[in-house]
Every structure is written in C-alpha cells, then in structure tokens.
C-alpha cells in the first residue's frame, strides 16, 4: 500500500510540481487585478480646539472616561489601506460645538491621504466634558522647612519671593485648597540660605492638591530662610582698682543674673561659653562701701549677636565691699609662753586669763576660740621681783590692736635660798655647843 502510494506522488513529480506554481501565480494575479476592500483599526488622540470659547464665559472643563483618545476602523482597498498608519488620520474636539447640556463634543475624524477612498467607521464619536465654573483666588506662600539643622540653631525668619501666588481653575478643586507653600531643606544648615522651590497646594488636611486643572501665575518661588543661633553664656565680670586698708572684696560680685541666652551667628556663638563685662562702673578704687550698679548687657554683645527674646537688657550687679572688724577672746595663761627670765627670779600670773582684741574679716573671725591661741611674753627686761603687766605677742598670723598685756608677779628666788642657807648654818653652830658643851663634860 505505502508502495502504491509512494508510486502516484513521484510519478510525473515534475508536472505536479509545475502546476503548484502555475497555480499560485495565477492566485496572484487575481487578487492584484481584483484588489479586494480590507479594514484596519487605529487609535489616536482627539486635538481639542477653541478652548476659549468656556474660559471666555468663565467657564472650565474637564474630560471625562478618557473620551481624548477616539477608536475608529478604515475600510478601503487592500492597496490603499495597506499604505496607512495612524499618522495619516486627525481628530478633532471643537468645543464651540458643545451640546446644550455642556457635556459632550462631536469628534470629527478624517483621513490626512486617500480620504475619498476610504471609509471611516468610529467606535465613540463624542467627547465627554465636565464643565464647571472658573474661578480665581489668591494665597500667601509660606516657607516650611524640613531636616535638623545644626544644635543649638534655628529658623529666625523664612520669607518666599513672591509673597503670594494667584491660582485660576474649577470650583469644586479651587474649593478643597486651603494653603499654598514652598518647602525648603535646611538639614545641617549653620547660616541662612536661599532657594528657588516649586509652589505646592494643599487641602485642609495638609495633602497636596493636584494641580492638573489649575492655571498658576507663578509655578516656584524664592524661598529665604533666616537660620540663626541660640546659645546660654555664663556672665563673667572684671573689677578692677585698690580698695582703701581695711578693706577687701573677695574678686566677685552679688548678680541677679548669672547667664543669659544670646541669638546670633553659628560663627560667633559657637565660639562663645562666656560673656566678659569689663566697666569703669565695676571699679574698686578707693572704695569703702559697697557698690551697687546697673550693667546695660548690649554694650558689651559682639558684632552679630543679640538678647535672645525676653532677657532683660539692665542687670543690677554689686559689689559687697567688707571693713575689718574686731573681737575680743579669753586666752588662758597656761597657753602663754615667757622668754627672758634672769636666774633667780621667778614668774607667776595673777590671772587665769588674759583679754585679747583681734582684728580682721568677720569670716575670718567667725571661728577663732581664744583656748586654740597661744602667745609669748618678753620679760627680758624684768630684772627686779614685783607685779608687772607684760605685752601679750599672739603666735600665727592674728592681727591683735589691743596691746593686750597679762600682770604677773616676778619673785627673787635668791633671797630665798640665802635665808635658807643662813638658817642652815645657824642650826650648824648650835649643834657644835651642844656637842662641845658635853666634851667638856
């Protein structure tokens, strides 16, 4: 059977072959010489003209279900249609054609080439609007920043240039817009800076209003950000001059403000931990009572820097000028010492103890006990027994203006011990007899 078969393909292979191809040529043929109608689809967008026409009435639109773009189908002679591409077909919106209703447009579709030969089959012939009244307002832009600038700086003043943007489009958007601002990175930012940022709208709950329908008269705005410091400095004050004797201050002054917090550039202020006051009002010479004065702080504030809100530009400073004063303690004798003393003589003290006044800062005085103080007496000038009174010369640093003077008594030891001696040798001479007086016996 495959034989068989194989037998009728092969015989006369040639002729067969011969007629396959006389066969499509003459398929060709007819249909080039027939030329037979065929239909393609194309998409393209639909050009909108005469606009003018709403905004001259107040008026604006918005399409609708992407109605822009229009489908249609060609259908023409296999040769022609072929040929075409979308390039070669226009639609076109004229809004003076607008229905009645304001909300739908016809679309005209027409062919660029061979339009007599072709015929054109729309899918969707309107364009459908939304049409609402045109309205226009104007709002203040604000300058918001983001980021962390740089510790202890902060915004001072932002301004946008200009200060106000006009904006036209439909009601119903122009009614949900609330703000208008620019927004600026000031991250790590130590000195001012100035940029040109695009203008943002936004609604009442801060989100951005697309601005698709909406004609703006300006698009961006200058934005300036004032970026200062603010810094705490300690105050430290510089008296000079010589005070009168008996009198001292202790190199510091009683203030009602001991810090203050400055505003200023991050060059300045950084460099800054301490404000020096150096006045005449602070100087000390000759005084004897103490100073009270006003300091006025913006005299003496660098170039570029200021008291930050509410610090007080006066401050009352003083300074407590002290004057020695004196006091009066018991010593006792027994913490008393005496130098000088001749042989033979001896030195008791009539009192138990003696009265001294010391001199000097009552915070130098607060703790002096007279039992802690010791002192000396000079009695190389006392050569004779007798009572005396005798100058008290404190140990240590104590300045005493009392002349304070202890009475003592001076006895002569040598009398003494001659009496003894004369008593001695009388009882000698008494005990000879006596022994005398029995030898002879």
């Not at 396959?20 to 249909?31: D, E, G, K, R, T």
């Not at 404000?275 to 003496?300: F, K, R």
């Not at 001199?359 to 006392?382: A, R, Y």
Request: proline content about 2%.
């Amino acid at each position: 059977m495959l034989k068989k078969l194989t037998g009728l393909i092969t015989n006369n292979f040639g002729l067969k072959i011969l007629g396959i191809i006389f066969a499509i040529a003459l398929w060709l043929v007819v249909v080039n010489v027939e030329d037979p109608d065929k239909s393609v689809t194309f998409s393209i967008p639909v050009d909108v003209v005469n606009t003018e026409y709403l905004t001259d009435i107040g008026k604006t639109y918005e399409i609708l279900d992407d109605t822009n773009t229009i489908s249609f189908t060609v259908t023409g002679q296999r040769s022609v249609v072929e040929t075409l591409s979308a390039s070669d077909f226009k639609a076109v919106a004229n809004i003076e054609n607008i229905d009645d209703s304001m909300s739908m447009v016809p679309i005209v579709v027409t062919a660029t080439s061979y339009s007599s030969q072709l015929e054109i089959t729309k899918r969707n012939s309107y364009l459908l609007l939304n049409v609402e009244n045109s309205v226009s307002d104007n709002y203040e832009i604000s300058v918001v920043t983001e980021g962390d600038l740089t510790e202890g700086c902060y915004v001072a003043s932002a301004e946008a240039e200009p200060q106000t943007v006009n904006v036209t489009g439909p009601e119903s958007v122009m009614a949900t817009i609330v703000s208008a601002q620019v927004l600026v990175d000031v991250s790590g930012a130590t000195d001012s800076l100035s940029s040109t940022e695009e203008i943002i709208l936004l609604d009442e709950d801060g989100n951005e209003v697309s601005q698709d329908r909406l004609t703006l008269d300006e698009t961006s705005a200058v934005a300036t950000v004032n970026i200062r410091m603010k810094k705490e400095v300690s105050l430290t004050f510089s008296m000079t001059g010589d005070l009168e004797d008996g009198y001292r201050y202790n190199n510091e002054l009683e203030s009602e403000v001991e810090s203050i917090t400055l505003v200023g550039s991050w060059e300045v202020l950084n460099a800054l931990d301490e404000l020096e006051i150096s006045s005449s009002q602070l100087s000390v010479e000759g005084a004897t009572e103490t100073i009270t004065t006003v300091i006025h702080l913006p005299d003496y504030l660098p170039d570029g820097v200021s008291l930050a809100s509410g610090e007080e530009e006066d401050i009352t400073v003083k300074i407590v000028i002290e004057a020695q004063t004196s006091v009066e303690v018991e010593v006792p004798v027994s913490n008393l010492t005496y130098s000088g003393l001749a042989d033979g003589l001896e030195l008791s003290y009539n009192n138990d103890t003696v009265t001294v006044t010391i001199t000097g800062f009552e915070e130098d005085l607060t703790d002096i006990n007279g039992k802690n103080l010791t002192g000396t007496l000079d009695v190389s000038n006392l050569e004779e027994a007798g009572t005396y009174n005798v100058a008290v010369q404190l140990d240590g640093t104590y300045s005493d203006n009392s002349e304070a003077a202890v009475s003592v008594t001076i006895t002569d030891t040598s009398a003494d011990e001659e009496t003894e001696s004369s008593a001695s040798g009388a009882s000698g001479s008494d005990e000879d007899t006596a022994d005398g007086s029995n030898l002879e016996e």
